[in-house]
Each structure stands twice: as C-alpha cells, then as structure tokens.
C-alpha cells in the first residue's frame, strides 16, 4: 500500500455507487470519444501544445462547470490549472446556481478534502481542508479578511470560489496548514445586462436579488456593476432566523489597453439567533427520559441575536509594459463588527432531565488592511524559459473583543420554560489584538523543455503580534519570523495528462506564552503530494488526483503538570502536532451531449501524532474518513421538453468524531434534485436538497452538544432579465 493512503476501511457502497454514477456518465458520453481522437498526423506526438497566455478575466473559461483557469489572486500565476502543480478546485458560477448554494458552507462541501458545516449554525463559516481546521483562512480576491471569521461571507456577491489545499503560505503569508478559500468577486463587464431574481422557499426562505452593469464608453474596458441581495428565513428549530443584506459596487477605469483597474465594494450585513445544536444524551446516545424533539430550542429565545456587518472598499491593478515586465497590485481596506448574545448547552444533571447553560454577550469590531504587490516576466536565459515573480505583501488587522460571561437557569428539557433571568456581570474579557505582517516572496517557473517543467519558490515573513488586556491595561508583544517555500516538478507525459510531485510548508503565528512565560513559537506544516492532471475533449473535460503527506507541528496542548494548572488553570505548552494523510479525486466535464457533472471523492486519515492529554492516536475533529459527491445537469435539446434542465446528486460523508469525545457520529448519504426551465428572458428553477429528508448530524461539537444536519428544504427562484 501506498505510504500516503491511509490502512482505513473499506469504500461504503454509497461511495462506490457515486464514482460509478461519474464513470458511467463521462464514458458513455460520445463528446468524450470525438473529441479524444489522436493528434494530427504532422504533430509531433512527444510535444505538448501548452502556452502561457495573459487572460484578463477567467469568465468565459470557467463558463459551465469545467473551470480551466484559477483567478491570479489564487495562484499569482498565468498557468492553466491543468498545467499548476498543485491540488486547486474552482467551483464556477454556473455550478453555484445550478444547486442554488446560499452559503459558502454548502457550496465548499462539493470540494475533494473539505469538510464544512460542522459546528453548527453560529453565523459565520466554519470548515477544514485536509483534517486541518481552515476557517481563519478565507481570502477574498487574495486579500485575508482578518484574524477570524466572524462574519459570514455572501457567495451571491462572487464569481468563483477557489480551494488552494495543503501549505498555502508562499502566496499568502500567514495561513492554516490544510489549506485555504479564495471568493473571486463579481466585476464589471464589456456588455450591459440587467437581472433580477426572487425565490421562495421552506422555513419561510424569501429571496431577491439583482445584478446589472454598463459599460461606461464604446470599448466595455470603461464599466460599473451593481449587484445585491435581500433574504430572509426560518429554521428547522424553532425560534432560530435569519435576515441578510449585501451591496456590492464595483468600476473598471480605462486607462489604457496595458492597463487593467477595478474599483470594488461591498457591504454585509446579517441578523439573525444562533444555535449550534441538540444535547447529545435524548438525539445520538439515550436518555433516560425518552428522545428529545430535534426543533426544539435549548437557547433563550429572547437573548439575542446576533447583528454583524462587514464594509469592504478595494482595488485590482495590474499594468503590462511593453518590456515584458507585469505589475499587479491588490488592495482592500475592511471593517467588521459584530455583537450579540449566545446561550450555549452544557451537561444534563444526574435524572438527564435538567440542562445546565451558560450566556455569553459578545462585541467585536475590527480594522484589516491588505495591499500585495508583485511583478512577473518570462524570458529565457541559458535555453530555458523562466517565468520569474516577485512580490511584498502587507497586512495589518486590529480586532478588538468585549466578552461578558453570564448566568442562566437550567432548562427542562421535556418541558422547557422560556423567558428566564439573564445575570450578565461587567465585561469579564476586553482585549484588543493587532497583527501586522510583512512579507518578501521570489517564485519562478522553469520550463526546462516541452515535457519537464519546475517550480521553485520562497518566502520570508515577519509578524509583529501585540495583545492589549484592557480591563489590566497590560500588553503582552511577540514577533516571529519564518521562510517558507514550495517545490514542485511536473512532466508532460501526454498532451492530456501531467503528473507531478510537490512539496511545501506553512508558518502561523501563535497568540500566548506558556507558564513560564516564554511565548509560543508559530505554528508550522509541511506537506508532500504525488499527484497528476488530466484534460480531454478540448479542455471540456478537467480531472486531478492526489496524495499527499501534511504535518501540523507546534499545536498548543494543555499544560501535563498539576501545580501549573493550580495556579493557571488555563496553561497550556506546545507539544502537539498532527497529520494527515490522504487521497482526492475530482472531475469536472461540460459535455456536448447535454450532460454536465461535477464530482469529488475523498479517503483520508487525520489523527493526532503527539500530545499530552491521552488523545494519541484519535481522528480529528470532524474528519470523516470518506466522503464523495457528484452533481449531474442534463439539458434537453429539441421536442417537447426544449430548455428544460434536470439535475440530480449525492452527498455522502462517513461518521465523524473528535479527539476529545467518546462518541461517533454516524454517516449520511443525502440526494438533491432540480428542475429548471430557460424561457426568453427569464428562468425558473426548483432545487429540492435533501430529497428524501435523511435525518442526520453534521458533526461534533463537543462533548455535550451535536450540530443537526439540514431536512428535506425546497426553493422556487425565478430569474428575470431585462
């Protein structure tokens, strides 16, 4: 066996069911075997007709859902994703509002090595790539959004969203090992158009939107864009809602056919009462007094909600001269904000009856500014092309955090009373972070001839760290530093296939010191990954494997000496480290026969390697050790059933558990459905997610409380365009 599979059992039947789904729609395709015909006779068959090409836009190449080409804010590069050394998925526009996704949750699941939604409904995205948690790592148009995510993203408002997966910090600096998400935004366009859209759905979910542009002069490179969106729901628990309001405008100034600028905004703003889920003992274990209803609200009804808004202001610019050189520079200025209250689950009493809680009132706001520079050229030097790079990355980001820590009554659990006291004392935690980076990164394409290729890049950064305690008036300071890099060969075996073989690393900084006070060294990951692309039928057709090794070190674990936690009950040393290792496959194919399909499969083992709480051994947090899925369009060309598409799919994720749990959530297989009808100027469409309203968990929180999986939800939207 391969040293990076992991020795896990076998592929459920589910799973298997849904790559021969995949398989049996892409073999039978006759697009497929037209377009897969050897080469012209006078083509040399060892050379492979790849270029690098400057690509202004990715719009029209990732029409449909076979993207062929990530946003230069993902990869700073030129390169096909074909031709990129590195395991990256696009989930196109197309393929976003053929499921009708609503948040980014739900539309990174489809992705090989991602596991999302698992904590619950707390109101903003929560994920990891490749067993490793990467929530604090969303980019928007390459630019971090801040320390963590506190508010979620709206995935109305974005072209693509992109997984870079494994270490990503010779792009993007400080960043989690697994992996990280880049939201391509919406831009102005050389055509005018205009569109709006409403929806209805279960849980009294309304929807609308709209979306329109003009070009500002004869040529479209002069343009503004204004998209937004209004929406509105309930919950399968009672009590739980939801509103969301976005804005986003955005204008591209001509400056010159060498020059590409666009201005962009947006403005969130989402309410809503949090829940993250149902007592463990009366759902998944037993209760003593029977099963517990799964809508029930354990919360407090009226404690809350939460109100959060993010404001972002921002600019693309890239500038090609006639020398060959290319300068593109990304800015973006952000402030965010959220406060509201939260009653979390605790343990129920000895008669299981009686749940114990606790309150919490939180207040955040913050400041993140990012500004990354680069400049590119392709040249040759000693008979080999080099395409070389280099760039300075700047951000600083203050967060400042006010928490007060409440006292609730304990709630009947068969019989609940609302409308309890709420004791909340004076703020017990006010803290202010500001993290500011500086980083230098030098990269360089090699084409050594037509089959070989390498990549070679490296990165030094410096953070500065400083935690203001201001109910002490104490700053606690750390700077570190850290020189990543990336390695990567690949070889043109055929015109259609390139394998390859990487290897990178991470650095993350770590907030904190131990007992003794000496600060904690930053977080570090390497990964090694064997992997190969594959394109057919003229690019319609996109497919990549890989395995891969990720090493997670320097992980904070709790301090193993009793007369330290006496004294600090919160102390911790860094001793624990983490690994992954793991297979993905993924495949997209937009076919001429009418079939479009997208699907991924996954099989990983992540567990902790080292650490001093006895959890040696254990999976991590949610990491299911299979998961698959596929979604599949038809679209019905001539007769009576002329522009109607239908869609069908499957999910499915294996049990999941944590390392400090003791028990196992079992795994689902869920269908979802589609019919939609494109008239003239105007589409309806009805998803049906969920099908068959499989019962199911998303995950582990903790010990005490498990997140619910979505039921059956159905959504009519119609999209008008005028």
């Not at 690509?55 to 590069?77: H, I, L, M, Q, Y």
């Not at 993924?586 to 006895?614: F, H, K, P, Y």
Request: with cysteine; proline share 4%.
């Amino acid at each position: 066996m391969s040293p990076y599979l992991p020795a896990s059992r076998p592929i459920p039947a589910a799973v298997r069911l849904l790559c021969l789904t995949l398989s049996s729609a892409l073999l039978c395709s006759p697009a497929f075997a037209d377009d897969n015909a050897a080469p012209d006779a006078d083509a040399d068959a060892g050379q492979a007709p790849i270029q690098t090409v400057h690509v202004a836009s990715t719009r029209d190449e990732n029409s449909g859902f076979g993207a062929t080409r990530a946003s230069s804010t993902t990869t700073k590069s030129d390169l096909s994703l074909f031709e990129t050394a590195q395991s990256i998925s696009v989930l196109t526009r197309d393929l976003l509002d053929s499921r009708q996704v609503t948040t980014l949750n739900e539309a990174i699941q489809s992705s090989a090595g991602v596991s999302s939604g698992s904590w619950g409904k707390r109101g903003w995205d929560d994920f990891s790539i490749r067993g490793q948690r990467a929530s604090e790592s969303i980019y928007v148009d390459g630019l971090k959004l801040n320390q963590s995510n506190y508010v979620a993203q709206e995935v109305f408002g974005v072209e693509t969203i992109e997984i870079l997966k494994g270490p990503a910090s010779i792009n993007f600096g400080l960043v989690q090992p697994g992996g990280m998400v880049n939201m391509v935004s919406k831009r102005p366009r050389a055509e005018a158009f205009n569109q709006a859209g409403f929806a209805l759905g279960s849980y009294h979910y309304k929807q609308a939107t709209f979306d329109l542009g003009r070009p500002l002069n004869d040529s479209g490179k002069a343009a503004f864009r204004l998209n937004g969106l209004w929406s509105g729901s309930d919950d399968q628990t009672d009590q739980v809602w939801f509103k969301n309001r976005y804005l986003a405008p955005s204008l591209s100034l001509d400056l010159g056919a060498s020059t590409d600028f666009t201005i962009l905004t947006s403005y969130t703003s989402r309410e809503y009462l949090r829940n993250q889920g149902v007592p463990v003992k009366g759902t998944l274990l037993a209760n003593r007094n029977g099963r517990l209803d799964r809508k029930q609200f354990y919360g407090e009804p009226g404690f809350g909600p939460y109100d959060s808004s993010q404001k972002q202001v921002g600019y693309s610019l890239e500038h090609r001269f006639e020398n060959g050189w290319k300068v593109a520079q990304n800015f973006r200025w952000q402030k965010m904000a959220m406060d509201g209250r939260f009653v979390s689950l605790g343990s129920l009493s000895a008669n299981e009856l009686l749940l114990s809680r606790s309150a919490q009132v939180q207040d955040v706001d913050g400041i993140t500014r990012g500004l990354d520079t680069n400049a590119s050229r392709t040249f040759a030097f000693g008979g080999i092309e080099h395409n070389l790079m280099a760039g300075l990355d700047l951000n600083s980001d203050r967060v400042r955090n006010a928490n007060q820590a409440c006292r609730i009554a304990t709630l009947n659990v068969l019989n609940p009373v609302y409308n309890t006291q709420v004791t909340c004392p004076p703020v017990s935690r006010l803290t202010t972070t500001t993290v500011s980076s500086t980083g230098l990164y030098l990269r360089d394409q090699i084409k050594l001839n037509q089959q070989w290729r390498v990549n070679l890049a490296v990165r030094h950064d410096r953070a500065r760290n400083r935690e203001l305690n201001g109910l002490i008036n104490v700053t606690q300071r750390q700077d570190t530093s850290s020189t990543t890099g990336n390695a990567a060969l690949s070889y043109v075996l055929t015109p259609n296939i390139i394998p390859y073989v990487s290897y990178a690393t991470s650095f993350l900084p770590v907030s904190g010191s131990d007992f003794f006070g000496v600060q904690f060294k930053p977080e570090e990951g390497r990964q090694a990954e064997v992997g190969s692309k594959f394109q057919f039928a003229g690019g319609r057709v996109n497919g990549a494997v890989a395995m891969y090794d990720l090493t997670r070190t320097n992980v904070t674990t709790a301090d193993p000496d009793p007369a330290h936690i006496a004294i600090l009950s919160s102390a911790q040393v860094q001793t624990g480290e983490q690994r992954t290792r793991g297979f993905e496959a993924e495949i997209s194919a937009d076919l001429r026969n009418g079939w479009s399909v997208q699907g991924a499969l996954t099989v990983l083992d992540a567990r902790v390697t080292e650490d001093n709480g006895g959890t040696v051994g254990r999976r991590l947090l949610n990491t299911p050790r299979q998961s698959a899925n596929v979604w599949a369009n038809y679209r019905f060309r001539g007769g009576v059933m002329d522009g109607w598409t239908a869609g069908l799919g499957a999910r499915h994720e294996a049990g999941k558990t944590g390392p400090a749990v003791n028990y196992t959530v079992s795994g689902y297989t869920v269908a979802d459905a589609s019919l939609a009808y494109q008239g003239r100027g105007y589409r309806l469409s009805l998803n049906v997610k969920n099908l068959f309203d499989k019962e199911y968990y998303a995950g582990v929180l903790n010990a005490n409380v498990l997140p619910l999986g979505d039921p059956r939800t159905a959504v009519l939207k119609a999209v008008f365009d005028f």
